[in-house]
Every structure is written in structure tokens, then in C-alpha cells.
């Protein structure tokens, strides 16, 4: 007779929202410190994305404008647009030739430093004597030089070794800056690497060259991916290595043609924003063609 009142009492409780003997009491509707946290991160993230995206939509807007409309209202609704900015600009910064001059410099410039970088890292990382220690040293001191405290002595070291205002002069230049930063870069992932897939290497036969190329070079695309990243947007978008090395208008990048521009007494929108967005173009296709390679190589290492 009890059980069987019992069961009838249990199902009245639940209809009026008693909560049963093993029930978890509901928290929907109150702010707990985890859910406030989640939603201030949100917050913010949405905020930062606004404030990245802005100035770039002003940019695309401003460049799109007349130059009349821009006059009469920088920063109001635009009335009219225009693509004769993009051609403008276009004409007068040579893009053809100081895209391909830019991509020829960069690509060069990336290969140098992946390849002298790699194999420099991989002894220093594996030989434990007091040497390899004060050269990896000697490399992290080099990240901490500013290239404006270099320029006049590389000019003068160019100009005495006849590389001055030529392409293998700046691609020089650019490895022998971005070069200690590269050691950094693979002597720290290669000292994650186990040293026991070199050991069977050894075993099979591989010298210490064969067992770079054949195990660790393939381990290393984690790595070259970020430090390509960061390479190539610092040399795309450096203004300073070609400003002064390369007197030859044909032989400029886009982004100096891009900051002829610039006047020092007055600033025109329609013409300065033009150059500036064509000067980047050529390096974001790039990123998103490559976005899914660049994005696996950096995720590759994550888990071993």
C-alpha cells in the first residue's frame, strides 16, 4: 500500500518542480563567476575584432570615394564611389614590376634564412660543449640589435663589395638580420625532437648529414611555417633595407613606390589609401590560398 501511494506522490513533486532526492539544483538564469568570465571574454573578443576591422573597412571605404566627397565629409556617409583611385595608383606606383621586385626579394630572402637557420640550429641544438653554448648565445644577443644602429656599416659594406642597388645585396642584408632570430627558432623546437630517432638513423647507416635531411628537416615544418609567417609579412611590408639600398626606381619594392605618396605638408586619402591596399594585396592572396598549409603546419607539432 505504501509503494503504491508513493509512486503517485513522487509524480505530483516532479509536476509542482520539487526536485528529487538525486537531483541537481538548477543554476539557469544566475550569474556564476565561470559564466561571467566566458561572457567578458566574449565581450572583448567581440570588441577587439571591431576595432581591427574598422580601420581596415575606412581604408577599402576611403580608397572607394571621390576625392570631392572625401572633402567635404572624411568621416560621414559616403555618396559616391569611384574606381579611378585603384587605377591611379596603380599607374603611378609601377605595381607590375615592384610587385614581382618585392615577391623576388621576399621569396629569396625566406629560402636563405630557413635553410642557413635549420642547419645552424641543428648542431647547436645536439653538441653540448661550451662553444655551441657561446655561439647560440652570440645568436640570441643578434634578435636585440635594431637595424637602424647597423645601416651606415652595411652601407658602406655593400658599397665596397660592389652589392650596392642590387637584388643580392638586400637579400643579404635581410638573412643576416632575420638569421639570429631563425637559430632561435629551430635550435629550441630540435632540442624537443628525441635524440632516439637520430640513434636508429645512425644505426641504419645515416651520417650526421643524411639523418638531418632524411628525419629532422621533415620534423621541422611546424616551425618553418610560424617563422615563415613572421618573415615574410617583416620583409613585405619593411620599408627602411630598400629605401636605402636600392637607388634603381625599377628595382624599388611596392611599398616605397607606396610611400612616395606621402606628403610631409599634405595627406590625400584617395591616393595614399589606393597604394597602401594594392601594396598588401599580393601578400594576403597569398595567406588566403595558403591559410590551410600554413594553419597544419603550425598545428603539427602541437602533439607528438
Request: glycine share 8%; net charge positive.
Amino acid at each position: 500500500m505504501t509503494s503504491q501511494l508513493s509512486a503517485p506522490a513522487r509524480e505530483t513533486g516532479r509536476q509542482a518542480g520539487t526536485p528529487g532526492p538525486g537531483a541537481v539544483p538548477r543554476t539557469t538564469g544566475r550569474w556564476t563567476p565561470r559564466r561571467l568570465g566566458s561572457s567578458l571574454g566574449t565581450a572583448l573578443l567581440c570588441l577587439g575584432t571591431v576595432l581591427f576591422v574598422l580601420p581596415f573597412l575606412f581604408t577599402v571605404v576611403t580608397s572607394l570615394r571621390t576625392a570631392a566627397d572625401v572633402a567635404r565629409s572624411p568621416l560621414g556617409i559616403p555618396h559616391s564611389f569611384t574606381l579611378k583611385n585603384f587605377t591611379a595608383a596603380f599607374s603611378q606606383i609601377h605595381y607590375g614590376p615592384s610587385t614581382l621586385n618585392t615577391l623576388l626579394i621576399t621569396g629569396l630572402s625566406c629560402v636563405c634564412i630557413t635553410v642557413l637557420g635549420s642547419l645552424a640550429g641543428y648542431p647547436l641544438a645536439r653538441i653540448t660543449a661550451g662553444w655551441s653554448t657561446a655561439v647560440y648565445r652570440l645568436f640570441i644577443l643578434g634578435t636585440s640589435i635594431p637595424v637602424f644602429v647597423v645601416v651606415a656599416p652595411l652601407y658602406l659594406l655593400m658599397r665596397d663589395m660592389n652589392l650596392l642597388d642590387t637584388y643580392a645585396g638586400v637579400v643579404f642584408i635581410y638573412t643576416a638580420i632575420n638569421l639570429p632570430l631563425a637559430v632561435f627558432f629551430y635550435t629550441s623546437f630540435i632540442r624537443s625532437v628525441p635524440a632516439d630517432l637520430e640513434e636508429a638513423a645512425a644505426l641504419d647507416g645515416c651520417g650526421a648529414f643524411r639523418t638531418f635531411f632524411v628525419v629532422i628537416l621533415p620534423l621541422l615544418r611546424p616551425v618553418t611555417s610560424t617563422l615563415l609567417t613572421f618573415i615574410a609579412l617583416q620583409i613585405w611590408n619593411d620599408l627602411l633595407v630598400p629605401l636605402v639600398f636600392l637607388q634603381d626606381p625599377g628595382k624599388r619594392t611596392v611599398m616605397v613606390n607606396a610611400y612616395s605618396f606621402i606628403d610631409p605638408h599634405t595627406v590625400q586619402p584617395t591616393t595614399l589609401f589606393p597604394a597602401a591596399l594594392l601594396g598588401v594585396l599580393p601578400l594576403l592572396i597569398i595567406f588566403v590560398f595558403f591559410q590551410r598549409q600554413v594553419v597544419a603546419g603550425m598545428s603539427a607539432g602541437a602533439v607528438k
